[in-house]
């Protein structure tokens, strides 16, 4: 079964960036869309951005447009998510997700990492 990592996750001050990868040890991610998640305390998951398995196509939930970049590097076998100008309430779990078509919407998607832990303050 396909087996999602993330990694990149810290502490970064408001106006900070920071870099999320994805990647799979045993099998490859050519062939799926890879979608980005969040979750706050308290607050439902939330689809932040997507990415089509050849990387042409994209997209972004408005709350992020303009700040974060997802991007694919399929030799490396890892999908990114390049976050800059963060904000406070960008604070949360960020999880990435395999599935057939790219999407933000968590139903399009059949396998899912653990998470990493995001939080931006001073």
């Known amino acids: 079964q396909l087996q999602l990592v993330e990694s990149g996750g810290g502490l970064v001050q408001p106006g900070g960036s920071l870099r999320l990868s994805c990647t799979a040890s045993?099998?490859?991610?050519?062939?799926?869309?890879i979608g980005w998640f969040r979750q706050a305390p308290g607050k439902e998951r939330e689809g932040v951005s997507c990415i089509s398995s050849s990387g042409g196509g994209t997209n972004y939930a408005d709350s992020v447009k303009g700040r974060f970049t997802i991007s694919r590097d399929n030799a490396k076998n890892t999908v990114y998510l390049q976050m800059n100008s963060l904000k406070p309430e960008d604070t949360a779990v960020y999880y990435c997700a395999a599935g057939g078509l790219p999407s933000i919407l968590e139903y399009e998607y059949d396998y899912w990492g653990q998470g990493t832990q995001v939080t931006v303050s001073s």
């Open positions: 045993e099998f490859t991610l050519d062939y799926y869309a």
